[in-house]
DNA sequence: CCCGCTTGGCGAGTGAAACTATCTACAGAG
DNA sequence: CTCTGTAGATAGTTTCACTCGCCAAGCGGG
């Protein structure tokens, strides 16, 4: 596209810009997280800006986020694939985050209550979302350790997250800058869950605080 | 409460109503995140209810959310420390979770950001909350990656985890069960934090599809 | 009292995951 | 031609969460 003289990097610049060890960047070419850059000879490849932007992405989610490097790739090839539709990304990237290894339809317990919960929230949600399988093995893990945790305790919750949704969704809306829409959904579904489980964290700290006098 | 006359396992046992191998079980053991039992020999000890409550607790930890064995020993024995004020419990289930070796007061980039998020939130929260760091290298990660994305951007989502906090405590507030205050604070701070992202994800694929006509 | 089965405790081993270090060419600059 | 830098591959390291195997000591039936 535009043309960028001299934006071909060696390994070892590559490493030097991003901050990540050149033994690193050959780990993720191994891996196939990091596209090989176009070699020149036998011992010899170039690498351009989108490898460092990419790279970058690599560390925020596998670092920042916790990815494993298997979830990573998926993820990585998911948005490579469907550049263009955006739901399409969207449910690959929702569907590749959970390590688990394989998913069959159900599970048995709980899923009923997980299907009584989208029911009631009037979802449309696949029926193989991993996602199910999360909110299923938590309800019984907490009933199973005494809670008297139904789907309906989660209602208040999915309505917050209904109203996340849509932040999330509004973000993505308007995004016409240097990034990818797909990155940037990404970015949105992925790296920022950190961030909301840390901003929860802050304010039950202060709703404490409040509470009980600090 | 109810008469359990022989509620008193030997460690096979443990291991078959729990569905833990004896094998994790001697190893939770000797990593200390399971009070040993009463010793009734040189080579045979007692359980009890509690150590089961406790054993599926621990694998709910683990196993659904993730923890490390160091980080479920720390917020096991600061939930056993400090059982009666709550706040405390908060602050140190709070504290522990980030894996992180170290902490410092403060990182650098991105901490004013988050300074200014919190005191525009009206806030109060500890300087030394692991919650700040989550976010400032969130915001960074964002930044470096070319999102245009500051600590207003996180606004509206520091409003809906206002929202969660408060149904958090509002769940610990009325809670008399036969789970003791303490495991519940747990229960819900941690446990329930991979449900909350499975909310927030199948909310987002619901709403993809609803604005792209799925 | 004796025999076999189980238990508690402990040190060492296992396997996965994410790097990291080293080694072997070989390519291009000076 | 040498010297630095590189690709590619193999093997090693670290951390973590278990898991195995051994040993001596109960306990229970005959």
Known sequence: MASQGQDELRISELSRRSGVPSATIKFYLREGLLPPGRATAATQAEYGEAHLRRLRLIR???GV???TVNATREVLSAVAEHEADMHQVLGLVLGAM???KDQEPDDGPGTSDVNALVAQMGWQVSEFAPARRVIAETLE???SLGADCTWRTLIPY???AQQTAVLDLDQLKDADDSLAR???AVLLTVLLEPALLALRRMA????SAVRHGG
């Open 204 to 207: 039950q700290e202060h709703e």
């Open 98 to 100: 959970p390590v688990d």
């Open 60 to 62: 925020a989610l596998i």
């Open 141 to 143: 893990s907490l009933r």
């Open 182 to 184: 797909a990155e940037r």
């Open 65 to 67: 986020r916790g990815l």
């Open 158 to 160: 999915a309505e917050l």
